[in-house]
């Protein structure tokens, strides 16, 4: 039963599942969120900004998914940062925790069913680029889609027109307005030492990278190395919603032979904890200043 429910995935990943799902959790707030946030590995710290909770443990909401990963506490968020009312996902979900792809990327599609116009994500990633440091944020500007090229895309199957189009472009998949506004209030609040922009890649993980795969990845244009965001981005865009993403570089990348560096969780949980002051403050401000209504053009 569980074979054929996992596999069927059209039907229950589909639109009325979404739509049960948004309906269910509007029916239990007041919050009608126009901003979604979904925090990285060690950053869910976020949610505990927002005010005026709602908080709905993952395993309480209908179709949703379970955490499986430290660092990724497993509640949904309801509430206002500076006034403004957002969701916020304290725990995101992966390709290597099993799930098929259409579901990690579910909340997505419930995000834009439950109103939200504008998804912040934030991720954890390893530093490619030899400028980078640990403990930088780099605004994403594009990505390179690997488990993509081998046909894994949460777009896959069947499309349902109501949420977009067959073939959604992607050349402007990360808002450029948004990019430039976290870059000036990152200016602003003095961060500018430790902000950058880049490119971001998704691998299937759970294995962080060999030596090769990291110097492969960055001759390939890739900035920093990860096992998310690119999933959601994919199906957020295809539903019209604007993007902003980042990464903090938790680690460098190990791209020589006679490093005795090694990549771990606990130092990119470490690392989220150093900079979540921080990175709370800048997704906060960029928040105040999200105008309502202006991604219906997607
Ligand atoms: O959810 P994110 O992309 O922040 O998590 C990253 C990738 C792995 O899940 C984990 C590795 O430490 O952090
Ligand atoms: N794939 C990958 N994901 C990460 N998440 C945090 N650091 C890393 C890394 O070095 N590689």
């Known amino acids: 039963l569980f074979l054929v429910a996992e596999t069927g995935f059209h039907r229950i990943y589909g639109y009325d599942d979404c739509k049960a799902t948004a309906d269910w959790l509007l029916a239990q707030t007041d919050v009608r969120p126009i901003v979604g946030i979904v925090c990285g590995s060690g950053m869910g710290g976020l949610a505990d900004t927002l005010k005026n909770q709602v908080a709905f443990s993952y395993e309480?909401?209908?179709?949703?998914?379970?955490?499986?990963?430290?660092?990724?506490a497993g509640r949904l968020v309801f509430g206002t940062l500076k006034g403004r009312p957002c969701v916020c996902m304290q725990g995101r979900f992966h390709l290597y925790e099993g799930y098929p792809i259409q579901k990690i990327t579910l909340p997505m599609r419930i995000f834009k069913l439950l109103g939200v116009e504008t998804v912040i994500l934030t991720n954890a990633a390893g530093g490619l680029n030899q400028d980078f440091k640990v403990g930088d944020v780099m605004i994403i500007k594009d990505h390179l889609n690997v488990p993509g090229f081998a046909g894994n895309n949460p777009l896959s199957g069947p499309n349902d027109e109501r949420f977009g189009v067959r073939f959604p472009c992607m050349s402007d998949a990360y808002d450029r307005e948004l990019q430039q506004m976290a870059m000036e209030i990152g200016q602003e609040l003095g961060y500018g030492d430790f902000l950058r922009e880049g490119v971001y890649c998704v691998l299937g993980g759970p294995s962080f990278e060999t030596i090769a795969e990291c110097r492969m990845l960055h001759r390939l244009g890739a900035d920093a190395v990860g096992m998310s965001t690119v999933h959601e981005v994919l199906v957020a865009r295809h539903c019209g919603m604007r993007v902003f993403a980042l990464s903090l570089i938790t680690n460098q990348a190990v791209?020589?032979?006679?490093?005795e560096e090694k990549a771990n969780h606990e130092e990119v949980l470490q690392t989220g904890k150093q900079r979540a002051e921080q990175l709370e403050r800048l997704v906060s401000t960029m928040v105040t200043r999200i105008e309502q209504n202006n991604n219906n053009d997607a």
Do not use: E, K, N, R
């Open 60 to 72: 309480d909401i209908p179709h949703f998914p379970q955490s499986t990963v430290h660092g990724h």
């Open 255 to 259: 791209m020589d032979y006679d490093s």
